[in-house]
């Protein structure tokens, strides 16, 4: 477990699934994620996580609060994109009522510090919406940078959209 003041990251539970398969079906959360909202049930979030945390190089962890491990905050993803890379893709989720709070600045820090100091990974690259100014805000404070636009990239509801790269270097 990784953990601050304010947020502890733990490995997954059944008795996070209903909160995490709240958050799988939120309609706009999911097209923030770059990702769909198909209906997930119980068993699919639980077959999710179970692909998720058995992937070579990857974690899952989620966000709860040291006082509270129960209420589920998010979660956040490392996939690593290759052993000689040295680099992950990170992915982060945050239950809309808890945005606009230091949680995902603590669990986006605790995973970068993880991912250097144990993974020996030496930079973590990110997707996010183009159009997701707050996200793309949130990123570039915390020391992301923007290495490229991939141009209509991600169908959502009929439209294509163009998905901003971005990376943060941990060595």
Request: proline letters at 2%; hydrophobic letters at 45%.
């Given at each position: 477990?990784?953990?601050?003041?304010?947020?502890?990251?733990?490995?997954?539970?059944?008795?996070?699934?209903?909160?995490?398969?709240?958050?799988r079906?939120?309609?706009?959360?999911?097209?923030?994620?770059?990702?769909?909202?198909?209906?997930?049930?119980?068993?699919?979030?639980?077959?999710?996580?179970?692909?998720?945390?058995?992937?070579?190089?990857g974690?899952?962890?989620?966000?709860?609060?040291?006082?509270?491990?129960?209420?589920?905050?998010?979660?956040?993803?490392?996939?690593?994109?290759?052993?000689?890379?040295?680099?992950?893709?990170?992915?982060?989720?945050?239950?809309?009522?808890?945005?606009?709070t230091?949680?995902?600045?603590?669990?986006?820090?605790?995973?970068?510090?993880?991912?250097?100091?144990?993974?020996?990974?030496?930079?973590?690259?990110?997707?996010?919406?183009?159009?997701?100014?707050?996200?793309?805000?949130?990123?570039?404070?915390?020391?992301?940078r923007?290495?490229?636009?991939?141009?209509?990239?991600?169908?959502?509801?009929?439209?294509?959209?163009?998905?901003t790269v971005?990376?943060?270097?941990?060595?």
């Open positions: 477990m990784l953990s601050t003041s304010n947020v502890l990251l733990r490995p997954w539970r059944d008795t996070d699934l209903s909160a995490l398969c709240d958050l079906n939120d309609v706009m959360l999911q097209r923030n994620m770059m990702s769909r909202a198909r209906g997930s049930s119980l068993d699919a979030t639980r077959d999710w996580l179970k692909r998720r945390t058995a992937e070579h190089y974690m899952l962890l989620i966000i709860v609060s040291p006082g509270d491990e129960e209420t589920v905050r998010g979660f956040i993803q490392l996939t690593a994109d290759g052993a000689i890379s040295g680099s992950a893709m990170l992915g982060i989720c945050v239950s809309p009522s808890w945005h606009g230091e949680v995902a600045a603590d669990a986006l820090a605790l995973v970068a510090q993880h991912a250097r100091d144990v993974l020996c990974l030496r930079k973590i690259i990110l997707e996010v919406l183009t159009t997701n100014d707050r996200a793309v805000a949130f990123y570039l404070k915390h020391d992301f923007e290495v490229g636009v991939l141009r209509n990239h991600f169908l959502w509801a009929g439209e294509w959209l163009d998905v971005m990376e943060r270097l941990l060595v």
